[in-house]
């Protein structure tokens, strides 16, 4: 039996967003249904060609860069490729930053509300970054 897992980025940081990929990533590919909520300082992130890494909060955040650890807009790729992974970008956040769903990174949904989502997440898990 597959769960249901929501998970809502809001945090710019490396080691959150990596944290919240490698779980939609493993989530994913082992059979979960998995719906990421895209929002805040996470949403810039997903605009196509930019190129601004993530800046990290403490030395495993510098460490994942020297090590080459697979980047966590990969992560989020390979969710929406090997298995049931939604990533949502927020609606509120795209009219703030007047940034249209063109302008997205393809694996991207529609643009969601946090309502809609949060209804879509009822009796599920619940992870937020």
């Known amino acids: 039996m597959s769960r249901k897992i929501h998970i809502v980025c809001v945090s710019g940081t490396r080691e959150k967003l990596q944290m919240a990929a490698m779980i939609a990533s493993v989530a994913a590919a082992t059979g979960d249904e998995v719906s990421v909520f895209l929002s805040m300082n996470a949403l810039p992130y997903f605009v196509k060609g930019r190129d601004v ?8 955040g510098m460490l994942m860069a020297q090590k080459g650890v697979p980047a966590f ?5 390979q969710a929406t490729e090997l298995g049931d992974a939604k990533l ?20 991207l949904g529609p643009p ?17 970054f």
């Open 53 to 60: 890494e993530a800046p990290a909060e403490g030395e495993l």
């Open 73 to 77: 807009k990969k992560l989020f790729q």
């Open 88 to 107: 949502l970008p927020c609606s509120m956040a795209l009219d703030l930053m007047k940034i249209t769903k063109n302008e997205l990174d393809p694996e």
């Open 112 to 128: 969601t509300g946090l309502t809609r989502f949060l209804g879509d997440a009822e009796n599920s898990q619940l992870l937020t």
